[in-house]
């Protein structure tokens, strides 16, 4: 980064609750409006937004399909897996009953070709978590520093899937103390999930066989694929070819000593075989056969073949609120879902309008907004090892823990990081993929996948697994300043635990309103996800935006630590003089994007899919 004036130029290329209280969760059924204003400073390219106009409904396919909403079910899957070796969290509402319309269906994801993927799956007649499977498979293989895999459906009530990564049942806080291991190399892989919680889900909610989900993309790895500018980017930012741990990496990814170009052909021949093997065998093989075996010895034992078999998958509920006019469901924790809501609930107090978008004195209330959030990280872990993760979601969504914040927020100045409550830093990444999508019966999927770091913990298996480093997801353990002991977090290392998420897969609807807006959507980029989910879903359902122009305005951020105003190129000149002068003094720029976020969203008789511009290679699909 280089300091030019007091701004910060910066070349990163950032390619990565439960039920609130009584009064503050519901459905709502306040009539919906949008309208189509232009964003200052959001170009939108249009081939990476795919619009699908569907045939006009009868007064009794209406009627019907009321009736049939009545049926609802959300569900989010949290795991990890291989290179698959992920993290995935995933949403699903579905609508049961035929549909009303013509067969349609929309993919958006991080990548044209694994959008393209999943669509051919709808076509077949598979169902959004099939096309999901695919989709995030293919994300793997295509981008193997950053993706994964997901999907599942139900009825009547509102469920989560979590299949996210655990810590080793040898992992203890001590054997980590202050121990920078944690980030890369065998102490920094978790137990993979997301496979067995893919499986829960095509079993349940599947209608392909998972052979035919799986078997193009081991086609796809063994006959090749053009490489992409993101992952040029990982390469180049993230491998060391002098470094014997980065040795399988620079044998994958380097051609005559030098990383691959943009459009270069890349086959992985093992990773097919891998596949293949999944597609035929099913998933009991990573967990408890050859690749158990690999996981095992790759990790020099950290991860045991107990840890393995013994995986589990939670079901709990998900997070739902309202928002203005429309029911926004989210990822509970360990995910960023109640942080997510907490900046809506707070924004919402303010009067919102289209005016905001071009008033500065917004954009200060959203930093603060910003700031407020990240200070409130520090009370979420894993609810089955932190018994008062479930009251605190409750609280930081409450009208009046909600207001007090609120009148926290002055219009005339900034406070130093103290003020904001956080006592412990967050961790930056750049490992994540996101797909949204939407199949012929109206089920719409969101998921959200990372390895966490690029390329994870850079270690391989000999079948050419990219294993995770998902326990840097987890607090450092650092030694107490006096009495001896260890500082202790939330989000402490404790075995078979599951570390905190940023991830926010996000569904957005109006069930109780004919023909009304409902969205999929989440983002990219670790710890700028939530964040930039809540600035898209402000654009869309508070300034009227469409998801191409609320997903491509300009975004901005506060990460609080470090305290810098982290802003786009293009982001508007007269907002950033404002907050300078209002005493942000801090200023970063991100010429590549802070965050993406892809999408897809059904208005009245029309599909519509959107993959964020900034990410090079995203792409969306539609029929």
């Known amino acids: ?42 170009p939108v390219n249009n081939h990476r937004t795919e619009i699908s106009p569907l045939q006009m409904e009868s007064m009794d396919d209406l009627k019907a399909k009321k009736k049939t909403q009545e049926g609802l079910k959300i569900i989010i899957i949290s795991s990890i897996t291989f290179a698959l070796s992920v993290t995935l969290a995933l949403i699903l509402t579905i609508v049961f009953g ?115 989900l799986v078997t193009p993309v081991a086609d796809l790895a063994r006959q090749g694929f053009p490489v992409t500018g993101n992952l040029v980017h990982a390469i180049k930012d993230s491998i060391d070819p002098s470094s014997p741990q980065d040795d399988a990496l620079v044998q994958m990814f ?26 035929k065998d099913g998933v009991d093989i990573f967990y408890k056969g050859k690749y158990a075996e690999e996981i095992i010895n790759a990790t020099s034992g950290a ?139 109206e089920t719409l999927v969101s998921v959200t996948s990372t390895i966490n770091s690029h390329f994870g913990s850079h270690v391989v298996t000999p079948s050419g697994i990219i294993l995770n480093n998902q326990m840097y997801d987890f607090d450092l353990p650092v030694a107490a300043a006096a009495g001896g002991g260890q500082v202790t977090t939330n989000n402490n290392i404790e075995p078979g635990k599951r570390p905190q998420s940023s991830m926010t897969p996000t569904i957005v609807h109006q069930y109780n309103k004919l023909c009304a807006a409902r969205i999929a959507l989440g983002g990219v980029n670790v710890t700028h996800i939530i964040s930039g989910v809540a600035q898209v879903l402000l654009n869309n359902v508070a300034f009227g935006q469409d998801l191409a122009k609320s997903i491509e305005a300009k975004r901005i951020c506060n990460p609080l630590i470090p305290n810098e105003v982290e802003y786009e190129s293009g982001f508007s000149e007269k907002i950033l003089k404002y907050l300078k002068n209002l005493g942000h003094s801090h200023f970063v720029e991100f010429e590549h994007g802070i965050s993406y976020v892809h999408g897809i969203a059904k208005i009245n008789e029309t599909v519509t899919a959107h993959g964020d511009m900034r990410e090079s290679g995203s792409g969306a699909s539609t029929y």
């Open 303 to 441: 991860i045991t073949a107990e840890d393995l078999a013994n995986y589990d998958v939670l079901e709990v509920k998900t997070l739902k609120k309202s928002f203005l006019n429309s029911t926004v469901e989210t990822m509970p924790a360990p995910g960023g879902g109640p942080l997510m809501l907490f900046m809506l609930s707070v924004l919402e107090n303010y009067t919102l309008s289209e005016f905001n978008q071009s008033d500065p004195l917004f954009y200060h209330r959203l930093i603060e907004v910003m700031k407020f959030m990240a200070g409130e990280r520090y009370r979420f872990g894993d609810p089955e090892y932190v018994n008062t993760v479930a009251n605190d979601t409750k609280l930081i969504l409450s009208q009046s823990y909600v207001g007090m914040i609120r009148n926290k927020i002055t219009d005339d100045k900034v406070h130093d990081v103290g003020y904001y409550t956080q006592p412990e830093g967050v961790k930056s990444g750049g490992g994540t993929s996101h797909v949204s999508i939407i199949d012929p019966e």
């Open 98 to 212: 035929p549909p009303a319309v013509a067969p349609h269906g929309a993919v958006a994801s991080d990548n044209q070709l694994c959008s393209d993927m999943g669509l051919s799956i709808l076509k077949q007649g598979g169902s959004a978590v099939d096309s999901a499977v695919t989709t995030m498979l293919c994300l793997g293989v295509v981008h193997p520093h950053h993706s994964g895999i997901g999907g599942q459906h139900g009825k009547n009530i509102s469920t989560a899937i979590n299949a996210r990564e655990k810590a080793p049942g040898g992992a203890t806080g001590g054997l980590y103390l202050n121990n920078e291991d944690l980030k890369v190399g065998i102490l920094s892989v978790a137990v993979p999930g997301s496979l067995r919680g893919m499986e829960l889900a095509h079993k349940q909610y599947g209608k392909l066989s998972w052979k035919d």
């Open 254 to 279: 380097y051609r005559d000593g030098q990383p691959v170009k943009e459009g270069d052909v890349i086959v992985l021949s093992d990773l097919a075989d891998v596949l293949d093997i999944l597609a």
């Open 1 to 42: 980064m280089a300091d030019e004036n007091g701004i910060i130029k910066s070349q990163r290329d950032t390619g990565q609750g439960f039920a609130s209280s009584a009064d503050d969760v519901h459905l709502i059924d306040n009539e919906q409006t949008s309208t189509d204003t232009e964003l200052p400073n959001s």
